[in-house]
């Protein structure tokens, strides 16, 4: 069969990452991406930083260790996306997601330069109509691009 033929052709790979890895191992992972011939990355997963919640050291300590996702999450999925779109440009792929539980955190991220968003905590929190609303904000921030 032809190389071309859409059914042998090989699904695109993303690689995922914590937003808790360094500018300097965001470096590497650009390094990875490049060096592998993957299509892009997912960014990000849930946090283990703790450093967004206001709550007694106590009462952290209590709930324990785990991922931490939604809102707390969200200034530095940005931020991580952003700096990966400086390194990685299109073609390459990116996936924001991380804290987006409005059409204005969607619309952050394709301004930090995602080519698509994911949206899992908000889901839960504001329900299917956030897909709406982000769907309309994504048409209207299209339109006057
Ligand atoms: C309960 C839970 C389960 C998750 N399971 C997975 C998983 O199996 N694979 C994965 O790639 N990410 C998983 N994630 C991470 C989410 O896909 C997402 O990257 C992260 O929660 C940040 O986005 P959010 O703030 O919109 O939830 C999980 C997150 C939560 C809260």
């Given at each position: 069969m032809h190389e071309s033929n859409a059914s042998t052709r090989r699904p695109p790979i993303l690689l995922k990452i914590a937003p808790d890895l360094t500018n300097e191992q965001l470096d590497d992972v650009v390094s990875v991406v490049k060096e592998s011939?993957?299509?892009?990355?997912?960014?990000t997963n849930t946090t283990?930083?703790?450093?967004?919640l206001k709550m007694p050291k106590s009462e952290l300590d209590a709930i324990g260790a785990g991922g931490l996702s939604g809102a707390p999450v969200r200034a530095r999925s940005n931020e991580v996306l952003r700096y990966l779109r400086a390194r990685l440009p299109r073609p390459f792929v990116l996936i924001g997601v991380g804290g987006i539980d409005s059409a204005e955190a969607a619309i952050e991220r394709l301004e930090a330069g995602a080519d698509l968003v994911q949206v899992y905590t908000g889901l839960i929190y504001e329900g299917p109509a956030l897909l709406k609303r982000i769907n309309e904000a994504f048409v209207t921030w299209k339109a006057n691009k």
């Open positions: 011939g993957i299509q892009g990355v997912v960014a283990i930083s703790r450093e967004a």
